[in-house]
């Protein structure tokens, strides 16, 4: 199980604004600019545990730069 309080959201690799971890619905979650909307992808989970291990892996995704872009096309 990840501890979350000490891992750090990275400015966004897309305009350099700010991350939010957001939680869709009680089953999944993903990373999220809020000036951008660039985004990780969504990771499901089915409890707390998996909950805690889904949040490590997009914060993790995002950190690395892994994101959808939000521009024209995509």
């Known amino acids: 199980m990840a501890d979350l ?3 750090e959201l990275e ?3 897309d305009c ?6 957001n939680h869709e619905g009680g089953w999944c979650t ?3 600019c809020v000036d951008c909307g660039a985004h990780t992808i969504f990771e499901e989970y089915g409890d707390e545990s998996e909950k805690q291990n889904a949040e490590a892996r997009v914060i993790s995704l995002w950190n690395q730069g ?3 872009h939000m521009n024209p096309g995509e």
């Open 30 to 32: 993903y990373v999220e």
């Open 11 to 13: 400015d966004c690799p």
């Open 66 to 68: 892994k994101v959808i």
């Open 16 to 21: 350099r604004g700010m991350g939010a971890l």
């Open 5 to 7: 309080t000490k891992i």
